[in-house]
């Protein structure tokens, strides 16, 4: 099956920091990466789609100077929190699309628990 | 309103036994994908089952399937056989073809827990 890496999986860093976490597709190249977020016992709340070699698109309400996507290569989408706040402690997981797949199955990786001090 | 509504927030089920978790959905889309998947509390997200709109049959994979009843808009997940390691929530999920950018809609989730 698709297999998703992603790292680090598990992240503490101080307010003001800047965080990087990348997704990376490993049997497969992906041409659209999604970018999800997670409070404790809710739902995946999409934040934003990476689509290769083009600027992201982010769901309303989601600030993009504040968590940047870069989708460099068919394998490889990253994000980073830039100026980290407690409120922005949670668990990220990322998603990425098979190109060649006609159900467009998006297959996850295990996702990062951010906490911010 | 909801595109994915799952009324259960939490299920019971003995080991070795079967269970049914609900799900429906709401979409004037003619063409969707419906998906399962499964969330351990280690946090990572299982695909479990895909089912085409347009598909005849009802998806199934190994212990998995899919009760799909297009005209009633629902998709329900069956587990056969349920085993200690299927304890998890279970999320339902739509992909609408005319969003284009074919981002899944979830729904709130089902915990299920199996009793041994």
């Known amino acids: 099956g698709a297999v998703v890496s992603q790292h680090p999986s598990r992240v503490i860093c101080k307010s003001g920091t800047s965080v990087k976490i990348e997704c990376r597709s490993l049997?497969?190249?992906?041409?659209?990466m999604f970018w999800y977020r997670q409070f404790p016992k809710k739902s995946l709340m999409l934040m934003a789609t990476?689509?290769?070699?083009?600027?992201?698109?982010?769901e309303q309400g989601v600030e993009k100077d504040k968590f940047l996507i870069n989708h460099a290569s068919l394998t490889l989408s990253t994000l980073t929190v830039t100026s980290a706040h407690p409120e922005d402690s949670s668990f990220y997981i990322c998603?990425?699309?098979?190109?060649?797949?006609?159900?467009?199955?998006?297959?996850f990786g295990p996702g990062t628990r951010l906490l911010v001090l | 309103a909801q595109k994915i509504t799952q009324t259960q927030p939490g299920m019971f089920v003995q080991e070795k036994e079967a269970v049914t978790l609900d799900c429906t959905y709401d979409?004037?889309?003619?063409?969707?994908?419906l998906f399962w998947y499964k969330q351990p509390s280690s946090g990572e997200m299982i695909f479990l089952i895909y089912?085409?709109?347009?598909?005849?049959q009802n998806a199934t994979e190994g212990r998995y399937s899919l009760n799909f009843q297009k005209a009633r808009k629902s998709a329900n997940l069956v587990i056969s056989a349920s085993q200690l390691g299927d304890s998890a929530m279970y999320f339902c999920?739509?992909?609408?073809?005319?969003?284009?950018?074919?981002?899944?809609?979830f729904g709130t989730g089902t915990r299920l827990t199996v009793i041994p």
């Open positions: 998603s990425a699309r098979d190109y060649r797949d006609f159900s467009e199955t998006q297959y």
């Open positions: 049997d497969f190249q992906a041409t659209t």
């Open positions: 990476s689509n290769e070699g083009s600027k992201a698109t982010y």
């Open positions: 979409t004037s889309d003619p063409s969707y994908g």
């Open positions: 089912q085409g709109s347009y598909d005849q």
């Open positions: 999920a739509m992909r609408e073809s005319q969003t284009g950018a074919n981002n899944l809609f």
